[in-house]
C-alpha cells in the first residue's frame, strides 16, 4: 500500500496548492486508512475569523448587483475546474475521510452537478406576478439576495455539501463563509484554493468580475461554528452534523432572529413487506446500511422486515455481511473503508454492547486490517437481530450497524415502527403491491423528508430537495426550490393608475 504521505504529496502538487505552516499545533490532517499524520494546517482565532465574515459582508454588497446570469458564469467556470480536478480531489476525499474510490470522486461529481443545476437556475429567480384586487394595480415577488451565508459541513461529506450551499448561495448573490469539519480541513482548503483559482482566472480575462472575499474558509473547531451562529452578519447558517450541534446553533441562530437550515441526524429506515424482490432488496440494504462504512446521514440503520420473508432475507444478507471487501479505500475492489477514527470506533462498540443488553443477536462489528494501521480502524459491518425497536435503535449511531426487526401485521405496523423514532431524514419501502407503495408515500405514511419506492435510503440526487423532518432538523439543500431558502422574497405592489383606491375598500379621505 502506498504511504499516505506520498499520496496526499502528489495530489497536492497536481492541483498545485503549497500548504500553509501551522504555527503552535493546528489542524492535524490525517489518513484514516492507515491512520498516519501527514500535516498540520493553521487554525484561524476568532478575531481572524471576524475579520473573514466582515470582508465576505463587504464582497456581498458588491455581488448582490452583478446580475444573477453573471454571477452564474463564475460557477460554471468553477464545475468545469471541478472537471479538471476531478481525479486528486476525489482521491483527496478518499485519502482524508476515508471513502472508497468511487465514492470520493462521486462526491466530486455532486459538485460538479449542483454547479450545473445552479447555472441554469442563475437565470431562474424569478418571482409570481399576483392578482391585484385594485385596478390599475400589479402585484409581483422579487427575490433578492440574503447576505453572508455561513456554512458548517461535517467529515462525511466534506465537499458535496459545501457545494449544495455555495454554488446556490452564490447565484443567489450571496457571500459565504465556510467551516468545514476539523476532521477534513486539507479537502476544504483544497476546494476553496480551487474556487479561488478560478475567481482570479475570471478576473484577469473580465476585471472586475468577483469582487474579492466571496468566499472565505474559516479552519478550526466548534468555537467557529458557535462564532458563525452568534455573528450578526451571518444572515443565514446553514449546518450539517449531529441533532446536538444543531440544537445549539439553531438556538443562537434563532435568538437574534438569524435563519438557519439545519440538516442534522437520520435514523433510516427500510420496510421489506412480503411481495418485495427480496435479491434487489438485499442489493439496495447492503449499499445503503454499509456504503461509506455506515457514516451517511441517509445510511440505513433499520430495517423492517415482515416476518414471512425475514429468515430468507437475512440469510442472504449475512452471507453479503460475512463476504464483503473490508480494507484499503483506495484498492481495487474494496467496499467498505475505514471509521473516520476510535472515537467512532467506540461509539460502534458502545452501541452493540447495549443492543446486546437489550436482547440484539450481533454479528459482525469486530475490528479488522489493523495491519493496515494501529490507527486505522476497519469494522466488519454489524447485522443485528433485534427482538423490538428498543432504546438503542432510537439514536443514530454513525458507524455500519444495521438493526433489523420484523413485523408481522399489515402496513400501518410497519409504518408506525418506521416513524417510531425522533429523526425523520430518509426511508424507503420495498414493494411490488402499488397499493402499499402509494400509502407509504401518502401523507399518513412515511413522516421522512425523503421516501423512497424499491431503492434504499441514501444516495439521492442532487435535483430534489435534500433535507428531513423532526430532530433532522426541518431545512432543505440542494435542488428543486430549495434556493429560495438562500434568498428574501419582496412583495411588490405598484399603482400605474391616477387613483389611489386602498385596500380592503377602506376609505381615507383627507
Ligand atoms: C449526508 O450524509 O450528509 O443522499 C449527505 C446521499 C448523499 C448526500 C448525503 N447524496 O446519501
Known sequence: MTSSADRYTHVLQQLKLTLPKASGAGLAVRAPRDGSHFAALPAHGSGEAGALIDAAYQAYVAWRDVPAPQRGELVRRFGQALRQHKAALGELVSLEA?????????EVQEMID?????????????????ASERPGHRMMETW???????????????????????????VCGNAVVWKPSEKTPLTALACQHV?????????????????????????????????????????????????RMGRDVGAKV??????????????????????ADLELAARAITFAAVGTAGQRCTT??????????????????????????????????????????????????????????????VSGGTRERQDLGDGAYYVRPALVRMPAQSAVMQHETFAPILYAITYGGDLDE?????????QGLSSAIFTNDLREAERFLAASGSDCGIANVNIGTSGAEIGGAFGGEKETGGGRESGSDAWKGYMRRATNTINYSGALPLAQGVRFDV
Not at 476515508?98 to 462521486?106: C, P, Q, R, V, Y
Not at 454547479?115 to 429567480?125: I, K, P
Not at 434563532?254 to 411481495?275: C, D, K, Q, W, Y
Request: glycine share 12%; charged share 15%; proline share 5%.
Open 98 to 106: 476515508g471513502k472508497i474510490t468511487s465514492e470520493g470522486l462521486g
Open 300 to 361: 440505513l440503520r433499520r430495517l423492517i422486515v415482515h416476518a414471512s420473508v425475514a429468515e430468507k432475507l437475512l440469510a442472504r444478507l449475512q452471507g453479503i455481511y460475512a463476504s464483503i471487501a473490508v480494507g484499503d479505500p483506495l484498492a481495487d475492489g474494496t467496499l467498505v473503508g475505514p471509521l473516520i477514527d476510535q472515537d467512532a470506533f467506540d461509539a460502534m462498540q458502545r452501541a452493540l454492547d447495549q443492543a446486546r443488553a437489550e436482547g440484539g443477536q
Open 195 to 243: 474556487l479561488e483559482q478560478t475567481i482570479a482566472a475570471f478576473n484577469a480575462e473580465q476585471p472586475g468580475s468577483v469582487p474579492e472575499g466571496i468566499s472565505q474558509l474559516l479552519l478550526g473547531g466548534r468555537e467557529l461554528g458557535e462564532l458563525l451562529a452568534e455573528h450578526p452578519r451571518v444572515a443565514l447558517l446553514s449546518a450539517t452534523g449531529s441533532t
Open 114 to 130: 449542483i454547479c450545473d443545476f445552479a447555472v441554469g437556475l442563475s437565470r431562474q429567480l424569478h418571482g409570481l406576478t399576483i
Open 144 to 170: 433578492h439576495p440574503l447576505g453572508v451565508v455561513g456554512v458548517i459541513s461535517a467529515f462525511n461529506f466534506p465537499v458535496a455539501v459545501w457545494a449544495w450551499n455555495s454554488a446556490l448561495a452564490l
Open 254 to 275: 434563532a435568538a437574534r432572529f438569524g435563519r438557519s437550515i439545519l440538516e442534522l441526524g437520520g435514523n433510516n429506515a427500510m420496510i421489506v413487506t412480503p411481495s
Open 414 to 422: 410497519a409504518i408506525a415502527l418506521q416513524n417510531g423514532v425522533p
